[in-house]
């Protein structure tokens, strides 16, 4: 995955700056955090589930261990958790929070880091969804730290949450998924073939969406190396006020209602488009015929994940701002929530208990972005903001 360290540029951050001091409008607050709970080795959680009026956050949990990326609640309200191996020790990739503690999910065999068992165990999952069957989705990156991966690690494992079992592995072919890739988010349209289909953003390589067969496990790429997928030619995040150059390419995914039209967009970039679903499930389109399908939706803040809900509208974090924001489906954008705490606004989720989970977890302040030096000051958070709307479920 290309990435690139804080240069500096002096012209660079005079762009940056001023596309980025322009914030959204609307209201935001918050309810007040509590103290942090102690550092432990395991991924540490304390949670609190307290309902809160439309336009407030409330966190759900504090983790003071390894930094999540993912999050994911069943229509039980069974709360998934990912932590992928970038650096921190990470005992468990995947958990299940349960009494206020992240327990591994299934278990801690599948979860033990084994490079010479890749398909096996779980290398480092970057994102966990429960799809409208109620089976969470494991998306196995295989590429710990960055590193690049081989074929067995990059993988998309289903567990069924009645049984907690596993039951089903699908891996990726390295013409799909090949070694310098960074598979990063995922969304189901589960009215598609046998079994449905998935479609998962690849922020690394040459980025683009990637289209999976549930029932075959036949994968296929396309957009890849499409302006809409890549990172933006000289982007610089202007984040802690500071200028930091980076190269992500597409990232954040969401689904329309009416299961037309996939959102997505690089993470380095402030743009958003969107791509025909039903070009995108054909096999047989070519890269040409998908791309011609695209739409280019304008400009929005610089946002990881994207998601949607019932009511046809999108989410994403506003990482130059500490915001979460809400696009309606006029096109307008307006801030639902804002502060501090809300540093790097990661994974985002609509449940079915009417509520928006995010996950706050201060991504941009690692170590490997800064020469060595890990500004990251825990907890990272999991909030969640009522939206009077459920998440889009297409079965």
């Keep these: 995955m290309k990435r690139r360290t804080v240069l500096g540029t002096t012209a660079l951050a005079v762009a940056a700056a001023s596309l980025a001091t322009t914030q959204l409008t609307g209201s935001a607050s918050a309810a007040h955090a509590g103290p942090a709970v102690a550092a432990h080795a395991a991924p540490a959680v304390t949670t609190r ?44 990739t995947v958990a299940e929070i349960r009494d206020g503690k992240a327990v591994p999910y299934p278990d801690a065999e599948v979860n033990r880091q ?48 009645h049984t907690n079992k ?23 349209d589960l009215r598609r073939g046998a079994d449905g289909l998935a479609f998962i953003t690849d922020a690394g390589g040459k980025n683009g969406i990637i289209t999976v067969d549930l029932a075959t496990g036949h994968s296929w790429r396309r957009l890849a190396g499409d302006p809409s997928t890549i990172p933006d030619k000289n982007f610089v995040s202007i984040l802690d006020g500071k200028p930091l150059p980076n190269e992500f390419g597409s990232d954040g995914i969401a689904l329309s209602p009416d299961g037309k039209r996939l959102y997505y ?21 070519t890269d040409a015929q998908v791309a011609a399908t695209v739409r280019n939706l304008g400009s929005k803040p610089q946002a990881d994940g994207l998601e949607s809900d019932t009511k046809g509208r999108l989410y994403g974090g506003d990482e130059e701002h500490n ?15 804002k502060n501090d705490r809300l540093h790097w606004v990661d994974t985002l989720s609509v449940a079915s208990d009417g509520h928006l989970y995010a996950i706050a977890n201060q991504f941009d302040r690692q170590a490997l972005f800064h ?25």
Excluded: C, E
Excluded at 132 to 156: E, H, M
């Design 49 to 92: 589930h307290t309902p809160q009026p439309a336009g407030q956050f409330k966190v759900v949990a504090r983790f003071d261990g390894a930094m999540p990326t993912g999050v994911t609640v069943s229509s039980h309200g069974r709360t998934f958790v990912s932590f992928p191996r970038l650096g921190d020790k990470v005992p468990f």
């Design 265 to 285: 967009s690089p993470l380095s970039s402030r743009r958003l488009a969107s791509v025909s679903l039903d070009a995108l499930a054909n096999p047989r389109a």
């Design 166 to 188: 596993i039951v089903r592995k699908i891996l990726f072919p390295t013409s799909v998924v090949p070694g310098d890739s960074y598979i990063n988010d995922v969304r189901f």
């Design 323 to 337: 915001s979460i924001w809400r696009r309606n489906m006029d096109g307008t954008y307006r801030t639902i929530a």
């Design 371 to 395: 020469n060595g030096k890990d500004l990251r000051q825990k907890p990272y958070l999991l909030v969640r903001l009522s939206i009077d709307a459920g998440p889009v479920t297409l079965r």
């Design 114 to 161: 084994d490079p010479a068992d890749l398909a096996g165990h779980f290398q480092s999952a970057q994102s966990v969804v429960v799809d409208a069957k109620d089976r969470l989705w494991v998306l196995d990156t295989g590429s710990p730290q960055f590193a690049g991966s081989s074929y067995g690690g990059p993988k998309l494992v289903a567990i069924d949450l």
